[in-house]
């Protein structure tokens, strides 16, 4: 089982950043894969950003692509998320997600950090 917190988030103006990080409890970061997701008000949760357990692949949403980076150290536990060109429309609750390898889906989850993109 693996805990996920993330933090970095907060209020930016639109074509501001903000890089959000995912620290991961336990010893066996490497063996999930990592991905971020959004949650903007009245809006159902979607995939944003994720990346496998070695870092060598990384998936982006069209909305995001270009200007969102996942990244993520194994040493340190921590998977992060690289957010430049922020527009208003990136405003939501955003969470870390793990998938372990034996899963099709996203196992654990954060509980989320809070991006407000001002215009």
């Known amino acids: 089982q693996v805990q996920l917190v993330e933090s970095g988030g907060g209020l930016v103006q639109a074509g501001g950043s903000l890089r959000l990080s995912c620290a991961a409890s336990g010893r066996t970061f490497n063996r999930y894969a990592m991905g971020w997701f959004r949650q903007a008000p009245g809006k159902e949760r979607e995939f944003s950003a994720g990346i496998s357990r070695s870092g060598d692949s990384t998936y982006y949403a069209d909305s995001v692509k270009g200007r969102f980076t996942i990244s993520r150290d194994n040493a340190k536990n921590t998977v992060y998320l690289q957010m430049n060109s922020l527009k208003p429309e990136d405003t939501a609750v955003y969470y870390c997600?793990?998938?372990?390898?034996?899963?099709?889906?996203?196992?654990?989850w954060g509980q989320g950090t809070q991006v407000t993109v001002s215009s």
């Open positions: 997600a793990a998938k372990s390898i034996a899963s099709s889906v996203y196992d654990y």
